[in-house]
């Protein structure tokens, strides 16, 4: 039986490419809705935030690579979210802190909003909020 040849020095640099999996790619979908764009934050920004090269944050936007486990602690403090919510999307939690029926309709909303239409909203309600104490 022939033996098998070892791997030649250029085989032995490939590196192992692997695709995300479906629970990677929900969490980096997302980021992707938490990344403020207008506010000059992107995927290279929390690449670097993580300590991490630009290039990486081009890998994650891509989706050829998911940020590091211990880095998305980190992503979540950056982006302002609840680690739970980034890992799994549930929101329960903060849902129940709104008082009545229209407050978690409209919690619900805002939250599948992008974050400069998020701020539109909030300067209108609290325009709202100004002219009723007003009369």
Known sequence: MPRKQPPTKTERAKPQIRKV??????????????????AKQS????????????????????????PPERHLHTI??????????????????????????TEAAMLAVLRELPPDMQRMLLAQAEAARDSAKKN
């Open 21 to 38: 999996t479906p629970r990677e790619a929900a969490i980096l979908k997302r980021i992707d809705s938490r990344i403020d764009r207008k």
């Open 43 to 66: 995927w290279t920004w929390l690449a670097r935030g993580c300590g991490l090269s630009d290039n990486m944050g081009s890998q994650w936007s891509s989706g050829n690579s998911f």
């Open 76 to 101: 979540a403090q950056m982006l302002g979210v609840d680690m739970g919510w980034l890992l799994t999307g549930d929101e329960r939690s903060e849902a129940t802190q709104a008082q009545t029926h």
